[in-house]
């Protein structure tokens, strides 16, 4: 028994139908911890050489941390992780909801799935009882209808994770649906789902997780949720969730507007959180033990069709709004809910359909190769874009291996204005005024995204700003001026090992980052679930020798990987800002390597970007990658 997980790895080869349980090893706890950490050994030491992402030797592995599904606030994140068809590298993703804490009191910590089954199939877990079963009935259908008709077939008590449409077509920026509007959307791993013949998987879980010191803990919860309630962060943010960023990203002209052309939309106001409360929202909607529902949950309605959606979170509303030009904040839930359902990354699809028709605006591409005539701002030429992507018809079969594949093969220096990062699409911050912003992008272990280290903050208003005290802050757009690039290595590398972390747990960070929730909490937290007293330091540790595992597995999946593999696309450092606050900025190339040089040297990584060995054997890595070197 080990306090706070349940104790076993849950392996499931669908080739075989085989099913074996396994002892959670106690040197993994105490080395990786959990969630993100668990994956990143995992896929180190198992991954066999030369794994086709999208081969049958691909693994999933879907980890909870923990701190998942104890009572504290918002204990409900599940992780996923596998090599990316996306990217060929490290992947993972995660989401919110229910599913990690009914695996977990199903008495599984992780379940690693192997092999392809031989028909459409989902996996059926109750507690002990673990099988395969025929999928067909849901096979072709949507991620909200599947969990629907899954509810209905089992119970409401089962939880869901599943594919749609564009999972099964492989499509290489597919996401996993849970909860009627929760998504793991990075990195493709729903692509790996559709691979494996798998559909979906189905939990429930009635028994219970050993803690330390029960009492104690429930008493500490209390006191915690009492705490976010009472933080003053929490009545601004929670009407508005994640949407509430939507103006002051835009003020300070990092918002993401027509294919990243330029960082500023004056329509912003349709599209802001204040939109979702006014015309949309119905009610809020939360996670597993969540103080500060995030989801937004309403009815969209548009001429192209309605639908219920929760959403949209500011992602969707940055890049299927401002960056395709949306101005009214129904046909941005809208466009989200297509996205949802046919099981697309609301962040991918947003820059893949952008693309296109930034393509087609300059005359790339015509009517004739996409099926019919497309423009930014058309609800309708967005719907049909999404559809043939999710369904790999005609152009959508090659805009569905994402922007990067798609701009190499169409050519006419479409990769200038390719935004993505080692093969995986960017998110909401435009940051040609925001270096650290930028360099997070850049080095991000899983492509661009800002989950990983998030520090427009600290590039716009300086060091010990919250996020909540920025968006306070308000203001007036005006005229920045260019900022300053060098130093950005150590808030970007802080940053790295932090948000991750929460990742590592198993729980949400947002009530951290967004309401100011002090990390001494968990710290307390933690010790009263494991027994075990590890500071906060300590665990940015672990943190931290993750993120070098997870660069050495880039560097071992993916050839040739190195500094070549950490650029943005040429339009952030050739063509300044057209227009609005950051107008005339821009970083060169110079200034990008620049920060590159600084970032590997304080990594202890090499100039091309590799770890060095000495860096390797300082967190106790050597044992590990000499095991796959022999
Ligand atoms: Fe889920 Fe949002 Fe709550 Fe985090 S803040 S647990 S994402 S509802």
């Not at 058309?378 to 594949?405: F, H, P, Q, T, W």
């Not at 260019?482 to 198993?506: I, N, T, W």
């Not at 650029?567 to 990008?592: A, C, L, M, Q």
């Amino acid at each position: 028994m080990i306090n706070g997980y349940a104790g076993t790895i849950l392996r499931v080869d669908l080739s075989n139908g085989v099913v074996t349980k396994q002892a959670l090893p106690e040197d993994l706890v105490n080395d990786y911890v959990g969630g993100r950490g668990f994956i990143a050994k995992m896929l180190y030491e198992e991954l066999p050489p030369d794994t086709d992402p999208l081969g049958e030797e691909n693994m999933v592995i879907i980890a909870t941390g923990p701190m998942s599904a104890h009572f504290l606030p918002a204990s409900g994140k599940t992780h996923f992780g596998s090599k990316s068809p996306a990217t060929g590298g490290y992947g993972d993703s995660n989401v919110g909801g229910h599913f990690g804490p009914a695996l977990k009191y199903a008495g599984y910590d992780v379940l690693i799935l192997t092999g392809k089954a031989q028909q459409p199939s989902y996996l059926f877990i109750e507690d002990e009882t673990v099988e395969i079963r025929p999928a067909d009935q849901f096979w072709g259908q949507g991620t909200n209808t599947v969990e629907k008709m899954f509810k209905e077939e089992l119970g409401e008590d089962f939880q869901i994770i599943t594919i749609g449409p564009a999972g099964e077509k492989l499509v290489k920026f597919a996401c996993i649906g849970h909860d009627f509007g929760r998504q793991a959307g990075r990195t493709g791993i729903a692509a790996v789902f559709g691979s494996k013949n798998l559909k979906a998987v189905a939990v429930k879980g009635t028994g219970s997780i050993p803690v330390f010191d029960i009492e104690a803990l429930y008493k500490k919860g209390k006191q915690a949720f009492e705490h976010v309630f009472n933080k003053p962060g929490f009545k601004g943010w929670v009407p508005e969730g994640t949407a509430g960023i939507t103006n002051w990203v835009n003020m300070v002209g990092a918002f993401p507007t027509r294919n990243f052309q330029t960082s500023y939309a004056d329509f912003h106001e349709q599209i802001n959180g204040k939109a979702i409360v006014e015309k949309i929202k119905i009610t809020d909607k939360g996670c597993f033990f969540c103080p500060t529902p995030c989801g937004k949950y309403g009815k969209a309605k548009t001429t192209s069709g309605s639908a219920f959606v929760e959403g949209p979170e500011f992602e969707s509303i940055a890049l299927l709004g401002g960056n395709l030009m949306l101005t009214s904040i129904e046909e941005v839930a809208y466009a989200n809910y297509v996205c949802d359902e046919l099981g697309l990354d609301s962040i991918s699809a947003g820059v893949v359909v952008s693309w296109v028709l930034e393509c087609y605006e300059k005359g790339i591409i015509n009517a004739t190769n996409i099926g019919r005539e497309v423009k930014f701002g058309d609800l309708d030429s967005i719907v049909y874009l999404l559809n043939i992507i999710a369904k790999r018809e005609g152009m959508g079969d090659l805009l569905a291996e994402g922007v990067k594949i798609s701009s190499e093969k169409l050519g006419h220096d479409t990769e200038r204005f390719a935004i993505q990062v080692k093969g995986l699409e960017w998110t909401g911050y435009e940051c040609r005024n925001a270096p650290g912003m930028m360099l997070s992008y850049m080095t991000s272990d899983i492509g661009a995204h800002h989950a990983r280290s998030w520090v427009l903050g600290h590039d716009i208003a300086g060091a010990g700003k919250s996020v909540h005290d920025l968006i306070a802050g308000g203001g007036e757009t005006k005229k920045l001026s260019k900022a300053e690039v060098r130093g950005k290595s150590k808030v970007v590398m802080d940053s790295q090992h932090l948000r991750p972390l929460f990742d590592v747990l198993g729980i949400c960070r947002l009530q951290f980052m967004e309401i100011g929730f002090e990390v001494e909490h968990y710290e307390e937290l933690f010790y009263l679930i494991t027994g075990k007293q590890r500071s906060w330091q300590e665990l940015l540790q672990v943190s931290e020798k993750i993120w070098h595992l997870t660069r050495c597995i880039n560097v071992r999946e993916v050839k040739g990987y190195g500094r070549n593999y950490d650029y943005p696309p040429r339009r952030f450092y050739e063509e300044p800002i057209p227009d609005g606050p950051n107008e005339g900025n821009y970083i060169t190339k110079e200034e990008i390597d620049l920060m590159l040089d600084e970032y590997y040297e304080a990594r202890g990584w090499d100039k091309n970007g590799i770890p060095k060995q000495e860096t390797i054997d300082r967190f106790g890595l050597s044992s590990l990658v000499q095991s796959r070197e022999s």
